[in-house]
C-alpha cells in the first residue's frame, strides 16, 4: 500500500470537518438575526395598537394638512396639464367627443357653426358663440347606417348641409336641414331644438370613385339668383356642381388630369378652379341665365407656371386671384380677371419659396390652404405642422409645430387630424415678426 494515500484520505476527512464548523457557526448567526427582527416587529404592531389620544390628535391633524397639500398639488398638475396642452399660444381649445378621425370641416359662412365629418358615422354641428368655452353645443347629425362621412359643406342659411359619405358601393349625398316647428299642443313648450332631416339625397355620384373635398358658396356673380352652389370633386378626374337647396345636378366638369387633388369655387360662384396630378391648374366659368340659374360651364383658362403638381388652391375674396401651392416647393399668386375669351393669359401677381424645411434643409410643400375672410392671412399646414403667412409677401406670422398628431386642415381656425380632435386656432398679428 502506498504511504501517501492515508495522509491524503486524513487531509480530506480534516477539511470536511472544518468546512462544516465554519458553515454551522454562519447558520446559527443568520438564525438569530431573523429571530431578533421578527421579535422586534411584533413589539411594533403592539405598540401601534394601544390607543394613544396625543397620537390621534397629530395625526388627524397631519391627515388635514396633507389633503390641504394634495388639492393644491391635483390644482397645479391640472394647470401644467392645461398649459402643456395648449402647446403654441393661439392654440384656442379642442372640440372633443369625436369618436373616430375627423376627415372634414366646415366654418358656416357667418363663422358662427362649425361642421364635422366623423369616421364614426357622425356629422357634428358645434355652435361656437363662445369659442374659448370648456363645452359647446353641438347638433348630432347621424348618417344613414354603413355610411362614411367624408366632407361637409353649408348652405347659405348656416342651418342645412351637404354631406358626402362613402359606400362600398360609391359616394352619395346628403342634405340636411331642418324640420319646421309643429305647432305645440296647449301650453307646453318646445325643450329641445328640431333635429335635422334628409330634404335630398343622391348615390353614386361619382360611380365607385370617392369624393376627395365639397365646397359650397353662395352664387351672386352677373344674374345668378344667389342659391348656393356646391362642388363635389372625386378622386378621378370628375367635377360635379349640385344645386345646394334641390340637389339638382347643374354641370359635370372633366379635368383630364389623371387624378384630382381638390377643387374651389370663387366666392361669388363665377369660377371654379381645380388642382389635380399635372403642374397646370384649370378654371372653367359658370355662365348663368337672366332667370338666375346655371346655364353652362366653360372652360374659361389654365394656369402655367409651376414645375410639378399643384397640392392645394384657394381664392381671394374678391374671386379675381388665385394662391397656389405646389410640390415644387412654391407659392403662387395669380390675377384671373383676364378676358381670356380674347385670349388673355392670367398673370402671375407674384411668388415665393415655401418656407418649410425638414430636418435635411430640403423644401417640404404644404396639404392644405385655407384663407382669412379679409384675406390678410394664409393658413397652411404640411403634416402635423401649422404655418400662417402673409399673403403678400409670403412671410411667416407663426408656426405651431406639432399641431395634431396626424394630419390637418386648415377670424378662427379649425384644424382636424386623425387624433380624433378639432382644434380651434387663433389669427397671429398681421404683421411679419
Known sequence: ???????????????????????????????????????????????????????????????????????????????????????????????????????????????????????????????????????????????????????????????????????????????????????????????????????????????????????????SYGSADGSTIVASCSEATEIKLWHGKTGKLLGTIDTSQLRNHMAAISPNGRFVAAAAFTADVKVWEIIYSKDGSVKEIVKAMQLKGHKSAVTWLCFMPNSEQIITASKDGTMKVWNINVRYQMDEDPKILRGFPIPLHDSSGATLHYDRLSLSPDGKILAATHSATLQWLCPETGKVLDTAEKAHDGNGEALILATASSDKKVKLWLAPSVQPS
Not at 403592539?46 to 390628535?57: C, L
Not at 394638512?65 to 399660444?89: G, I, M, N, Y
Not at 336641414?177 to 318646445?190: C, H, I, Y
Request: one cysteine or more.
Open 1 to 219: 500500500m502506498d504511504p501517501i494515500l492515508p495522509i491524503i484520505a486524513l487531509s480530506i476527512i480534516l477539511g470536511a470537518v472544518i468546512a462544516f464548523l465554519i458553515f454551522g457557526n454562519y447558520f446559527r448567526k443568520q438564525k438569530s438575526e431573523v429571530e431578533s427582527l421578527a421579535k422586534a416587529e411584533l413589539i411594533n404592531n403592539a405598540n401601534d395598537k394601544k390607543p394613544s389620544k396625543p397620537a390621534q390628535s397629530k395625526k388627524s391633524h397631519v391627515k388635514h394638512h396633507f389633503h390641504a397639500s394634495d388639492k393644491t398639488r391635483v390644482d397645479w398638475l391640472d394647470k401644467l396639464q392645461e398649459q402643456s396642452k395648449r402647446h403654441h399660444p393661439l392654440d384656442l381649445n379642442t372640440l372633443k367627443g369625436h369618436g373616430d378621425s375627423v376627415g372634414g370641416i366646415c366654418f358656416s359662412s357667418n363663422g358662427k357653426n362649425l361642421a364635422t365629418a366623423c369616421a364614426d358615422g357622425v356629422v357634428r354641428v358645434f355652435r361656437l358663440d363662445d369659442a374659448s368655452s370648456k363645452s359647446f353645443k353641438f347638433l348630432r347629425i347621424n348618417v344613414p347606417a354603413g355610411g362614411h362621412p367624408v366632407a361637409v359643406a353649408f348652405l347659405d342659411d348656416a342651418s342645412s348641409v351637404v354631406v358626402a359619405t362613402q359606400t362600398l358601393t360609391g359616394s352619395s349625398l346628403y342634405m340636411y336641414g331642418e324640420e319646421k316647428d309643429k305647432p305645440s299642443s296647449g301650453s307646453k313648450q318646445q325643450t329641445k331644438l328640431p333635429l335635422p332631416e334628409i330634404k335630398w339625397e343622391l348615390h353614386k355620384v361619382h360611380d365607385k370613385s370617392a369624393i376627395l373635398n365639397l365646397f359650397g358658396t353662395t352664387a
